[in-house]
């Protein structure tokens, strides 16, 4: 058996280390190998036998468990401004709107954080052992939650434990799609994203009712019982197309991303970005709430803008794939920052605040949607895991801290205006670090397929 053909069939474990998946490796040994001249596709890192199936039932079934993933992780955290406004105007009262921001904002540190850690681990294991404990930590923590009546007690099970289950169970989810897929990678993240859109609008609507009918305790154990139903999906489904290779990550590896501009400049986007979107995901309801509307139309700002970050994700991924993921990340960058300084800002009625939130959550659900996409574009294949966890680790920095932020320039004179342009802003700077990345990939042609 050829040396390829022996590794297609699993028999040769020395070629899955050394061969082609290696950044930059060169093929030119191989007779039958072709050029790869796209620029956006020449970055993707197929097998020596280029058998990655792009599609397929066992693809499209790790799709199907990835969904569930987002459903009960990004879409959980889609929710989170249902729970800052359900606490500081009822459980927790007595306490600031900055204080009680940390549960949400550890919530999402941990989830982003915890990525270069996950990251290494699956990259030698696998995503099996990481999704078991990230299920039962993340169903427990939510369990925890609806015995909590104390702020400490809310912190440390629904922000700490209920937030590394959802970093242990998210990450790996997306990697094992990854390896499915080259051309329809967008694709496949597009759908797959579009489960927290789905879950960004159950949860926040669920929860509002369930609080109002049955109270909060029993409100968090349904949510519970509801995530432990899909994550289990997930379990069954999410398998890796190539077994993981345990290969130690040595220091100059952990270092090369620093030394590539174009991954430098996304980690910049990615953290001034983190400082914006998620505002008006945590704020929305509240600032709302402030302006004057009714609280039975304030609770449903979530789902609506949920809902339109649903066809943002879907349609975003379809359209990179065709006209490259950088040139359509850009795009919606700049308009998620546009809407924020030009819409939400001089927002005073209900028909405008419903405006902004269609219109913002169609964009920034497509930002999402395209996290790892853009991050795989510039990334060997055999580094995706702890790549990525790179990425999410400085979003993680902005998770954690913009909410006390947010509190605080809410608490003093600019308010609510204030916030908003701080949104804005800190997006459109996220927006030109993108760009400066994909000028320095292709130059100054505007019409280049990245």
């Not at 990655?52 to 799709?63: N, Y």
């Not at 949920?306 to 993921?325: H, K, P, Q, T």
């Amino acid at each position: 058996m050829s040396r390829p053909a022996a590794a297609e069939a699993g028999n040769d474990p020395l070629w899955d280390k050394t061969g082609s998946t290696e950044f930059g490796a060169d093929q030119s040994d191989d007779p039958s190998a072709t050029p790869e001249r796209d620029p956006e596709k020449s970055i993707d890192r197929k097998s020596p036998s280029g058998d990655i199936p792009d599609g397929g039932l066992s693809a499209w079934l790790v799709v199907l468990g990835a969904w569930c993933v987002s459903f009960c992780s990004f879409g959980w955290l889609n929710s989170v401004g249902v729970f800052q406004e359900y606490y500081q105007n009822d459980l927790l009262r007595s306490y600031s709107p900055s204080t009680i921001s940390w549960i949400p904002s550890m919530e999402i540190f941990l989830m982003f954080a915890m990525g270069p850690f996950v990251g290494i681990f699956y990259d030698h294991y696998g995503p099996r052992w990481l999704m078991l404990v990230g299920t039962f930590l993340h169903v427990f923590g939510i369990m925890m939650a609806s015995l909590s009546t104390e702020y400490y007690q809310i912190l440390l099970a629904q922000g700490l434990c209920s937030g590394i289950g959802t970093s242990t169970v998210f990450q790996p989810s997306l990697n094992a799609v990854s390896g499915w897929f080259t051309g329809k990678r967008g694709t496949a993240f597009g759908i797959l994203f579009t489960g927290s859109s789905i879950g960004g609008i159950v949860f926040p609507i669920m929860v509002s009712n369930l609080i109002r009918e049955v109270g909060y305790a029993w409100a968090m154990r349904v949510c519970a019982f509801l995530i432990l139903f899909f994550l289990i999906i997930a379990n069954l489904t999410i398998r890796t197309f190539r077994p993981p290779s345990a290969q130690r990550v040595t220091r100059a590896q952990l270092a090369k991303p620093w030394t590539e501009a174009e991954f430098v400049l996304i980690m910049a986007s990615f953290f001034c970005f983190s400082y914006g979107v998620f505002v008006p995901i945590n704020y929305l309801p509240a600032q709302a709430l402030a302006a004057g509307m009714d609280s039975n139309l304030a609770k449903y700002m979530l789902p609506i803008m949920n809902a339109g970050s649903m066809f943002g994700r879907l349609s975003s991924g379809i359209v990179a794939d065709r006209v490259g993921r950088f040139n359509v990340f850009i795009v919606v960058c700049f308009l998620s920052g546009l809407w924020i300084l030009a819409l939400w800002i001089p927002s005073t009625g209900d028909a405008s605040l419903i405006a902004f939130s269609v219109l913002f959550g169609f964009f920034s659900g497509a930002f999402f949607s395209l996290i790892t996409p853009v991050v795989m574009q510039i990334s060997p294949m055999s580094e995706i895991g702890f790549r990525t966890g790179m990425v999410y680790f400085v979003c993680a920095i902005g998770g954690l801290t913009t909410n006390p932020i947010n509190g605080a320039i809410i608490d003093s004179a600019s308010g609510y205006t204030g916030l908003k342009i701080f949104s804005g802003v800190f997006c459109i700077a996220g927006t030109a670090f993108v760009v400066a990345a994909r000028i320095h990939h292709t130059g100054w042609n505007l019409i280049s397929r990245f």
